[in-house]
Structure formats: structure tokens, C-alpha cells
């Protein structure tokens, strides 16, 4: 049974920083290409960041700079690391591994 916990969500002010990690377990997490992905009261789905089995990045235009996602294989875990964090990245973030296995969220809220 495939399992992705995410954590580290939570209120706080614009400018602040806040990491997130999401757990994975039932899975070969060195071999997947991991994914954290929002979604904004009343928006789409949108996607924040990739990071292969081997370490490659990719970013939403509009966190380049502040967000950095990273992988610990021996913890099977990824995280994401928040900076200059702004009111609209207030979202519930998910983390997403490989094609089709979700997590359940965690909010985060960015007070202007």
C-alpha cells in the first residue's frame, strides 16, 4: 500500500520560510520522480516543482529563486523548501510520486 504523508505546513508571514516533507512508503522511492504540486481556494491544481531519481530540477516560473525541493533516499523523503514565501502561495500543497500516487495535502497560509 502506497503511502505519501506530507508535513510542515502552517501560518506564517509574508517573507517567512517554511519546509515541507512528504514521507513516501509502499514504494522503490530512489527510482521515482518525485512532484509537490498546490492548489488555491477556488484555483486549479498547479504544478511547483520536479525533482528526478537522479536529482534534476525543475521549478514553476514564479517560485524560481525562492522554492528549492530536494530528496533524502535513505529517509524516503522529499522536501520543499520555501522562501520569501508570499501571500499567493497560500495553497494546500501536495506531493505527488511518479504518475499517479497522491498525498493528502498540507496547508500552508501566507498572512500579507
Known amino acids: 500500500q502506497v503511502q505519501l504523508v506530507e508535513s510542515g505546513g502552517g501560518l506564517v508571514q509574508a517573507g517567512g520560510s517554511l519546509r515541507l516533507s512528504c514521507a513516501a512508503s509502499?514504494?522503490?522511492?530512489?527510482?521515482?520522480?518525485m512532484d509537490w504540486y498546490r492548489q488555491a481556494p477556488g484555483k486549479e491544481r498547479e504544478w511547483v516543482a520536479h525533482?528526478?531519481?537522479?536529482?534534476?530540477?525543475n521549478y514553476l516560473d514564479s517560485v524560481k529563486g525562492r522554492f528549492t525541493i530536494s530528496r533524502d533516499n535513505a529517509k524516503n523523503t522529499v522536501y520543499l523548501q520555501m522562501n520569501s514565501l508570499k501571500h499567493e502561495d497560500t495553497a494546500v500543497y501536495y506531493c505527488?510520486?511518479?504518475?499517479?500516487?497522491w498525498g493528502q495535502g498540507t496547508q500552508v497560509t501566507v498572512s500579507s
Open positions: 509502499g514504494i522503490i522511492f530512489s527510482i521515482n520522480n
Open positions: 525533482i528526478t531519481s537522479g536529482g534534476s530540477t
Open positions: 505527488k510520486a511518479g504518475r499517479r500516487f
